[in-house]
């Protein structure tokens, strides 16, 4: 069954330090692989998207990272701030058919000051 | 940016009741995508559409129905609403034919509660 597990489920750093989120999948065939941030009470805004040879995507703060044969990938935060305190989700799309996207549960940080 | 929006932040229904919950994109995309998303799961695809009058099942079709009468809105239909519909409901829409889906954007959501 293709599936996407995030680790850990929450966090809370202190502003400032660096954090990095984990993401592993089972999916097959597959196409991509997207990061979200998602805010409370709002949908999930789009950070990154990797293909399968893209090994590394920044976005600011944010990089991510992947490794498509071990089936894993890692979301970087760098000098964390108070905004950047929300859910994070992992998305891995299948190839073929309708491209499916498969979500992860999220890992839910919290920031303080 | 494309903007995809949903007329109803907040919901408060009664069990039984009819509820339309409307998502409207401005970038004439061509795929449009309910799901829900409650806590500890991830998003789960309730329905989809890959173009007008077009709709197909998602992973949790039951007890759901949709319209896409034009390109840019896709309505999401709770036929008689009951307490375990109460979740956030977001929307989303993309571009790309054939199955292909290209710049996935999201509504801020809407959060149902069924009492």
């Known amino acids: 069954k293709n599936q996407v597990e995030q680790s850990p489920q929450s966090l809370i750093i202190l502003e400032g330090k660096n954090c990095t989120l984990q993401?592993?999948?089972?999916?097959?065939?597959?196409?991509?692989l997207r990061w979200y941030k998602q805010d409370t009470g709002r949908g999930p805004v789009s950070l990154t998207i990797?293909?399968?040879?893209?090994n590394t995507k920044s976005n600011g703060r944010y990089t991510a990272t992947l490794d498509a044969d071990t089936k894993q990938s890692s979301l970087h935060i760098t000098a964390s701030q108070l905004s950047d305190s929300a859910s994070y989700i992992c998305?891995?799309?299948?190839?073929?058919?309708?491209?499916?996207?498969?979500f992860g549960a999220g890992t839910r940080l919290a920031v303080h000051p | 940016d494309v903007k995809v929006t949903q007329s109803s932040r907040y919901l408060v229904k009664r069990t039984g009741e009819k509820v339309f919950l409307e998502c409207v994109q401005d970038?004439?995309?061509?795929?449009m995508f309910w799901y829900r998303q409650d806590p500890g799961l991830g998003l789960r695809l309730i329905y989809f559409?890959?173009?007008?009058?077009m709709k197909e099942k998602g992973d949790i079709p039951e007890g759901y129905s949709v319209s896409r009468e034009k390109k840019e809105r896709f309505s999401l239909i709770l036929e008689s609403a009951s307490t375990n519909q109460t979740s956030m409901y977001l929307c989303?829409?993309?571009w790309g034919s054939g199955g292909v889906n290209y710049g996935y954007t999201f509504g801020s959501g809407t959060r149902l509660t069924v009492v």
């Open positions: 989303a829409s993309s």
């Open positions: 993401c592993n999948y089972t999916v097959s065939p597959f196409s991509n």
């Open positions: 990797m293909t399968f040879s893209e």
């Open positions: 998305v891995v799309s299948e190839t073929g058919g309708y491209n499916k996207l498969i």
């Open positions: 970038m004439d995309h061509e795929n």
């Open positions: 559409s890959y173009d007008v009058k």
